[in-house]
Structure formats: structure tokens, C-alpha cells
């Protein structure tokens, strides 16, 4: 059973920074796009980055561009979001996801964390 859990979110202040952990296990994940995503309240859910397994292909949302960064590391299976210069705007619950590379939908996601940055 393919499993993803997010963690690392919290409460920072306007300015800080947090890392986001994605722990992905089930299957072989050589195959898989994976992605972050977030949702704020009363508002659709945004990609904001997404990377192949092997980290050759990367692709950010344009807000997060500079500040967010998308990494894994494949001999813990695990995928991070680095986020720097957090704005109060960035409050929302952040996903991460997986689908195989010859798929347009994800099919699989995490629990989610939530995120707060206090101004």
C-alpha cells in the first residue's frame, strides 16, 4: 500500500523559514512525479513545485519561485520542501503527491500539514 506522510509544518513568523518532509513508501517510486501542493482556506488547491523521482525535471508555481525549493532524497524516499521568506499569504495546509510520469493526475497523496506564518 503506497503511503506518503507530510511533516515539518508549523508556526513561523513572517520572514522565517520551514522544511517540509514528504515520506513516501509502498512501491518503488523511480517512476513517479512528485509534488507539493497546498491549500488556504476558501481558495483551490495550487501546485507549487514538482520534480521526477530523479530529480531531473523541477517546476515551480511562479509565486514560489526563489523562495520555495523542491528536494528528495532517494535512499530515504523522501521528498522535501524547503521554504524560505514565508509570507502570511503562504498559510494553508501543504500536500504532498505522487503519479506515475505517463499520467496527468496524481494518485496518490499525503495527509497534509499545516502551515501558519504569523505576520
Known amino acids: 500500500q503506497v503511503q506518503l506522510v507530510e511533516s515539518g509544518g508549523g508556526l513561523v513568523q513572517a520572514g522565517g523559514s520551514l522544511r517540509l518532509s514528504c515520506a513516501a513508501s509502498g512501491r518503488t517510486f523511480s517512476s513517479y512525479v512528485m509534488g507539493w501542493f497546498r491549500r488556504a482556506p476558501g481558495k483551490e488547491r495550487e501546485t507549487l513545485a514538482t520534480?521526477?523521482?530523479?530529480?531531473?525535471?523541477?517546476d515551480y508555481e511562479d509565486s514560489v519561485k526563489g523562495r520555495f525549493t523542491i528536494t528528495r532524497d532517494n535512499a530515504k524516499n523522501t521528498v522535501y520542501l524547503q521554504m524560505n521568506s514565508l509570507k502570511p499569504e503562504d498559510t494553508a495546509v501543504y500536500y504532498c503527491a505522487a503519479r506515475l510520469v505517463s499520467k496527468g493526475t496524481y494518485d496518490y497523496w499525503g495527509q497534509g500539514t499545516q502551515v501558519t506564518v504569523s505576520s
Open positions: 520534480m521526477s523521482w530523479e530529480g531531473y525535471m523541477t
